[in-house]
């Protein structure tokens, strides 16, 4: 049975950290302190939502999904952005786009061992996106018929699992090392403790 549970979240604020983050924004996301919702995340949320209406490839997929699975102490968790055909879907807003910026992403990892029946991931990814939203309006009731928006160019991205160089096991040891090695192992058990 899995002690704790780990996000694709996690792991990418992890990578961060160690890339150009701080210790203190990592100990943040550990410690599950609320944020409060970007510009870019508000404009992401709203992509998404607008990909799952408007875009012909992922239109009737599955969208939303929680997919977990056990994996020696870890419980896997996470929730796939669409699922149609074999393949997981992610949509992604960024400011900045570089071709292959989603290749170091975490969730891809994850999500192929978690779904292991999906041959492929494909990140959509835009990074010009705009909509008369307000900021606190409903996602699950935008339909974008009455909306007027404006998308840039769909960039897209395929991963497979043998594309990495690392396994899921290999990136849960690292994880673990480096947790210990902070001395934040034990806040981690204790806020991540699995409960199922």
Known sequence: MALFYITPTLLNSWSYCIKNGTLEDFIKVLNKEPFEDTESIIKGK?????????YEET???????????????YLLYGIVDGLKGGIIYDYKYTKNYDVGKFFGNHQTLMYLEMVPEANKMVYLITNKFDTEIEVNMPLNYLTFQETEVFVGDIFREEYTKDMFPETIDSVLHKFEQWLKAYNLFDLYAEKWKCKY
């Open 46 to 54: 709203a992509f998404e939502k607008y990909m799952q209406n408007c």
């Open 59 to 73: 239109l009737g997929g599955a969208y939303q999904v929680p997919v977990s699975k056990e994996h020696g102490d």
